[in-house]
């Protein structure tokens, strides 16, 4: 069983590895789900604005904001839930070649989604079926060097996050400390260095 940050082989010029994704003190990830959070706030405050004519900012703030805690307290609870289901975080498997880059999600990661769009079936929740499609449709990633927009380095979090070209499905290398060195060079010498950040 993989415990952690176990398992690094480097053959020839591939890199792979698996690693438990840390979910409660991980910059990266809440730093991502802040952006998602107050974009999503924006936008609801000015389809609103625009469907009200803006009259009566003060209370279209007020609903903003409230729906911003309720967001923030159903978030919360959904990462205590998915660090009790996979006791401590996700573990999954990452992947650096000559191709690109790639990201699979681990076995207890694909059980859990495949039990969100069963139980979102059988209590016919389009909502929360179609949630668990999502999730599923994000269970294997891949970037090839040429659609590299961009890489940030978080060196203190090892971690080496690739934003494809068009913006959509971005990968986090969560690297080992024994790997790091060896991923962050690997990722150098396939992407131009004005892409890199860090």
């Not at 769009?117 to 999730?135: D, H, P, Y």
């Amino acid at each position: 069983m993989l415990n952690g940050e176990q398992r690094t082989e480097s053959v020839h010029t591939e890199l792979r590895w698996r690693r438990k994704v840390p979910l409660i003190n991980n910059l990266v990830l809440w730093r991502d789900l802040a952006v998602v959070l107050v974009g999503s706030m924006i936008i609801f405050f000015l389809i609103i604005a625009v469907a009200t004519g803006g009259e009566d900012l003060w209370a279209l703030l007020q609903v903003a904001g409230l729906v911003l805690c309720i967001m923030l307290a159903l978030l919360a609870i959904a990462v205590l839930v998915l660090w009790a289901l996979t006791l401590g975080g996700p573990v999954a498997e990452f992947s650096i070649n000559s191709k690109g880059i790639g990201y699979e999600a681990g076995k207890r990661s694909k059980t859990i989604n495949s039990g969100i769009v069963a139980a979102g079936i059988l209590a016919g929740s389009l909502n929360t079926a179609g949630a668990g499609m999502i999730a599923k449709s994000q269970e294997a990633l891949f970037i090839s060097w040429n659609e590299v927009r961009s890489v940030k380095i978080h060196r203190r979090q090892r971690v080496l996050y690739v934003r494809p070209k068009m913006l959509v499905g971005p990968i986090a290398l969560y690297c080992t400390p024994d790997n790091f060195s060896q991923a962050e060079t690997m990722v150098r010498e396939y992407v131009p260095a004005n892409k890199i950040k860090g």
